[in-house]
């Protein structure tokens, strides 16, 4: 089956459940708790050094969420095009075994990153953070993730550890050594948050280490982040960093007609390798201004950034094509629904 004939029949597969869903809604209560969201990221990118330029639509997602019951929910979500490429996401139930206690089993996000660094709904720059782009081969693979929440003195904490195929997304494989990981959440994403993680990945086309920490504050139209992450490789020896900070301000609009809000927003991050021996590879600003087309803040808006590179070696991970690390103004369409 081709993948655009596969694509067709999930999106149509989706449609035909969320408006079975609605219809019915009023008299089934499973189908009442279920929920249905979407995202759609199309953009223009003008690479300033080679004077090319590109337009895409970089994600369009659909998703399908809701409880069994108060023991069992679900989750899933598809990718209609990732650069031109039909993806299948979420696939993944979650067991409430016992109050505070989660796991779930099936495809799921690898705990390694924070949805706002890899959610497309959630990120505050049309392009991902260095880390959050070059570090893992894939954001998702077949495994078990289990969490606990809990809290001391009234601060949230989440521990939470799983295994993994450590063959990414949708490639059930047999193997003898699973890909694992553990992270300590502290607090929430509504005021001060901090974690720690670690990530092993004996995988198929490579074999890391990972281990990393973010910090962040954040409320209704501000947030601020700080994370860092090392990459160490088993078979080579070579080791790769990166660290990011970001930021970003809500500003409401009164009488402003289509736009609701208006948001600056700020990022610098590094990425090398052994940088205790070649120093740091490359150095990227980038200011970004978005406006937004509801209330709530960092939703449905038209985004405009300029990414600024300031390169001392020439990485690896830049030589797919030439505007990779070309300094680059975007504009960017993000809806979410």
């Known amino acids: 089956m081709s993948v655009r004939k596969s694509g067709a029949k999930a999106l149509l597969l989706t449609l035909l459940i ?4 609605t219809a019915y809604s009023q008299e089934n209560s499973f189908l009442r ?8 990221k199309t953009k223009y990118e003008y690479a300033l050094e080679t004077n090319m330029s590109r337009f895409s639509v970089r994600n369009s997602r659909l998703g399908l969420s809701g409880d069994m019951n108060s023991y069992v929910s679900y989750r899933v979500q598809i990718e209609l095009s990732n650069e031109g490429k039909f993806e299948v996401l979420d696939l993944s139930a979650t067991l409430k075994p016992m109050k505070n206690l989660t796991v779930t089993m099936g495809q799921t996000s690898i705990p390694i990153y924070n949805s706002s660094q890899i959610t497309p709904a959630q990120m505050m720059f049309a ?5 959050a782009k070059y570090f893992v081969p894939g954001t998702r693979d077949l495994g078990v993730l289990a969490a606990y929440n809990f809290s001391v003195s009234g601060v949230p904490v989440e ?3 799983g295994a993994f195929n450590a063959s990414k997304s949708n490639n059930p494989v047999w193997t003898d050594n699973l890909s694992w990981s553990a992270r300590a959440i502290i607090g929430s994403m509504d005021g001060f948050r901090a974690s720690a993680k670690v990530y092993r990945y004996p995988g198929i086309d490579a074999d890391f280490f990972l281990w990393g920490a973010d910090m962040r504050y954040g409320k209704e139209r501000f947030k601020i982040e ?3 992450l090392d990459r160490e490789d088993q078979s080579t020896g070579d080791n790769l960093f990166s660290s990011c900070l970001q930021g970003g301000y809500s500003f409401p609009i009164k009488n402003g007609g289509m736009f609701k809000d208006i948001t600056p927003a700020l990022r610098w991050d590094l990425m090398g390798h052994k940088i205790a021996v070649n120093g740091i590879g490359v150095n990227r600003l980038t200011f970004g201004l978005s406006f937004g087309f509801t209330s709530k803040p960092f939703s449905s808006l038209l985004r405009i950034d300029f990414e600024k590179y300031f390169k001392k070696n020439i990485l690896p991970e830049f030589t797919r094509y030439e505007e990779m690390d070309s300094d680059k103004i975007t504009v960017e369409l993000q809806i979410i629904f």
């Open 18 to 21: 969320v408006s079975f869903g």
């Open 33 to 40: 708790k279920m929920k249905f969201d979407g995202s759609l």
């Open 127 to 131: 392009n991902r953070t260095f880390l």
């Open 159 to 161: 521990l939470d550890a």
């Open 226 to 228: 700080a994370e860092v």
